[in-house]
């Protein structure tokens, strides 16, 4: 084994001082694999050795000390192994694509006929039927008409008051109704300048148009 150890990003790292296991995935998509659980010989001697220690009321205490620093050196020089062997095992599923320098699963996410990744090389067929439910889209949008309920939103309709609740019940008001749909109650009250007919708010003192005083 060289003293250079080749890794990847795209990899996590299970291990304990049980065992070796690692999960390697996809830059792209997230899916992946692991490895399967390699018991660590070290790690149970160290276990082996605690164990004694507390049993028999620190006799071995010198003896666990010593086991867990060579269970240190063993288990690190065993996960590194362990690490090479998961990477080789593993490194016919992965690509790295020569353009973003992404790590790639070959089943889903690699275009062989391009030779890089699906996100620089896309598959043209997936590209254009995407391309066409986008444009499909876009001619519905372009296309639609208002719904006959959605029509008393137009701007003519804005220059009177709305009401978001019913004055007298206080109910919800769903949309610009002229009566409350809970009490009945009249939502809607036309008011009328007695002297030139605009049409007022109802709660004017004044008309707008020429100054009337409603009150007098």
Known sequence: MGNKIKFVRNHSDLSTNRGFQFEFYCDRCGSGYRTNFKPSATGTVSEVLDAASSLFGGIFSKSSDIGNRVHSASWEKAHDEAFENAAREMQGEFLQCPRCSNWVCKDKCWN????????CAPDLGVEMSAAQASK????????????????KLGEENWKDTIRASCPQCGASLEKNSKFCPECGAKLVTAKFCPECGEKQNENSKFCSNCGHNFNS
Do not use: Q
């Open 112 to 119: 062989h006929s391009k030779g890089l990744c699906k996100d």
């Open 136 to 151: 499909s889209i876009e001619e519905i949008w372009a296309h639609a008409h208002m719904a006959e309920e959605d029509k």
